[in-house]
């Protein structure tokens, strides 16, 4: 068996762990994106808004989102499923979004809920979702980039 049978050997389906990650995450995005369209999944839908923290809707009764905020989401969807295509772009979708995520945390805390600069907008629970979105995607990128496959030839 050669190194290249057992690196491919390793890969999954999808392609190598990184890869099945960040077309995972950016599944995921999309689907969150579309829910926050939905009503009873979204409520408060009525008030949703085009952006601002105005838009009283809220995804499952707990995270705030707006048409903008909805947006992101799906966006960031595409982005990781495109970019799962090759290790190093899925690999810097986990990285770069979840330092984008922690970014966003890190707003959270500082921007008045109330003010015009929150205009995605984020309550509280949004913003501990993004410290655990941020944390997440970059302990995937890490993690999975480091296993055995993580390089394939020809991906």
């Known amino acids: 068996m050669t190194e ?21 995450v950016g599944t995921l995005f999309l689907v969150v994106g579309v ?5 009873g ?10 952006a601002g923290p105005g838009s009283h809707a809220e995804l499952f009764g707990l995270f705030q989102v707006s ?34 995520y922690l970014v966003l945390f890190v707003y959270g805390l500082v ?3 109330d003010s015009e600069a929150n205009f995605v907008p984020f309550n509280t629970a949004d913003d501990w979702l993004h ?3 941020g944390v997440g995607m970059i302990a995937l990128g890490v993690v999975l980039a480091k296993r055995p496959g993580a390089n394939a030839v020809g991906r």
């Open 131 to 133: 410290l655990a979105l």
């Open 35 to 39: 829910m926050g369209f939905i009503p």
């Open 111 to 113: 921007v008045d809920q």
């Open 41 to 50: 999944i979204t409520t408060d839908r009525g008030s949703l808004e085009a």
């Open 67 to 100: 048409v903008l905020h909805n947006m992101v989401h799906l966006l960031f969807g595409v982005a990781g499923i495109a970019l799962a295509r090759r290790p190093s772009s899925a690999r810097a979708f986990l990285l770069g979004g979840g330092a984008v």
């Open 4 to 24: 290249n049978t057992r690196v491919r050997s390793r890969s999954t389906a999808s392609g190598t762990p990184v890869q099945a990650a960040a077309a995972l």
